[in-house]
């Protein structure tokens, strides 16, 4: 569940938050902040930092290229774990 929120919805959240808390602290409360507001801006925002996150994740993560999976397997009755091994 942490990992959804820190992968998807953070990055995807966070330039309205940001934004929201720029006009809480430049505006105050002034009635009609919400109309104003740049949405389109800050979904494209939202999009290009989650792309990044994904892309971030995808490339640190994982075996290296050069390496296989081996899957769990089941040796004289215990669970041997799944590793990668070199080609």
Do not use: C, K
């Not at 105050?28 to 740049?38: E, F, H, S, T």
């Amino acid at each position: 569940m942490l990992r959804i929120l820190l992968q998807y919805l953070l990055p995807l959240l966070l330039p309205f938050l940001v934004y929201l808390a720029y006009v809480a602290l430049t505006r105050g409360r002034a009635a009609g902040w919400l109309d104003n507001a740049p949405w389109l801006h800050l979904a494209a925002a939202g999009i290009v930092l989650m792309a990044i996150s994904l892309l971030t994740w995808g490339l640190l993560s994982g075996a290296p290229p050069d390496q296989v999976y081996v899957p769990p397997r089941l040796e004289d009755g215990r669970v041997v774990p799944s590793t990668t091994v070199e080609r």
